[in-house]
């Protein structure tokens, strides 16, 4: 009998600046599923995250970004926390690593500030997102209709986006995430 392996999840995070619960959550909702989460970044080694302006725990990466491929995985989760994504957004690697998702048609999540990493990459134009709300004028700037809703679901063609605001909306955006993630498999 031939077994199929558990679609890996990657989650993309900075050396520094990611909200904890925000890589951590959907992390275990991810496992609860029986699928893979990896830590994809572009330091090679661990990254420190953050409970607000505050220290956190850090994490081993699992595999840098200049070495990760699309490829490998059936989805992309960018967790939020306000360096986190403002790093990444520099960091052309990443931003190529996050648009092949959309390229590839394959869904993608996004909590708090992470959509700033998404509207480097160019692919917010034309979708209906929520975020932090701080991000609202980058996001229409960028092309893009911000509601102020607890989780949004923009489906564009082959690609689902799901997007959230804040950690008091973690459980419905893992909810949403896992059910289009499911449908995709």
Do not use: Y
């Amino acid at each position: 009998m031939e077994t199929r392996e558990s679609p890996a999840i990657a989650f993309l995070a900075a050396a520094e600046g990611t909200e904890q619960v925000e890589l951590t959550e959907p992390w275990q909702a991810v496992l609860a599923m029986g699928w893979r989460p990896v830590l994809v970044s572009p330091v090679p080694d661990r990254i420190q995250m953050f409970k607000h302006l505050d220290r956190g725990d850090t994490k081993d990466v699992d595999v840098p970004v200049s070495a990760a491929a699309e490829s490998d995985f059936a989805s992309l989760v960018l967790p939020g926390g306000v360096a986190n994504p403002d790093e990444l957004r520099t960091d052309p690697t990443a931003v190529a690593f996050a648009d092949s998702f959309f390229v590839a048609g394959k869904p993608v999540a996004a909590i708090c500030h992470a959509p700033w990493t998404l509207i480097e990459a160019d692919v917010v134009r034309g979708r209906t997102l929520t975020s932090w709300p701080s991000l609202r004028t980058d996001l229409a700037n960028a092309g893009a209709t911000w509601v102020d809703e607890e989780v949004v679901r923009c489906e564009q063609g082959p690609n689902v986006l799901v997007t959230s605001r804040r950690p008091d909306d973690l459980p419905a955006f893992c909810k949403a995430f896992i059910e289009v993630v499911s449908r995709s498999l």
